[in-house]
């Protein structure tokens, strides 16, 4: 789960985490994350600690260091730095969902694309636009295919959910669609 640690945002954006968090509780899915407290990270793992359901954090030792560790998560693995938390998430993930956020989780969906598309990650990468939030990076891929520099196919490398009931509704169905490889 990829998502904004932010704390100044629209409510709406909170709601619809914590909504997600519910409901990957209700589904028995294990919530894995950065382990942060605030904005979308706080929300999402309060949605589903709250509905009862697991979730583990993983964060680099700087920043437990600071205290920006969730205090609720019991389950928290400690990274020497941010490239061993991604990998380590990536290792864990049965999916990937990536919520707004900044340039940190736009990093994050973008390496983790890159990956998939070279093969090095296989599961399903779902874009939560939570109030069309991603509309503009959506439309930046499709240019990118436009021009050329990707392939047709690689459009098929995310699948974009437009509220948390339609991101578990893919979560579920886990329908991947094969793409053709860069090379």
Known sequence: ???????????????????????????????????????????????????GGQVTGVIPKFMVDNGWCYDRLEDVLITADMHQRKQMMSEMADAVIALPGGVGTFEELLETLTWRQ????????????????????????????????????????????????EAIALLNTNQDVEFESKY
């Open 118 to 165: 070279l093969g090095l990650v296989k599961v399903p990468v779902i874009i939560l636009n939570t109030l069309g939030y991603y509309d503009a990076l959506l439309e930046l891929l499709q240019h990118a295919i436009d021009e050329g520099f990707m392939k047709a196919s690689h459009a098929h490398l995310w699948q974009v959910a437009a509220t948390p009931d």
């Open 1 to 51: 789960m990829f998502c904004a640690s932010s704390a100044n945002i629209d409510a709406r954006y909170l709601d619809a985490a914590r909504e997600l968090g519910g409901l990957l509780a209700r589904d028995g899915w294990r919530c894995v994350n950065g382990g942060g407290a605030v904005g979308l990270m706080g929300a999402v793992t309060d949605g589903t600690l709250d509905a």
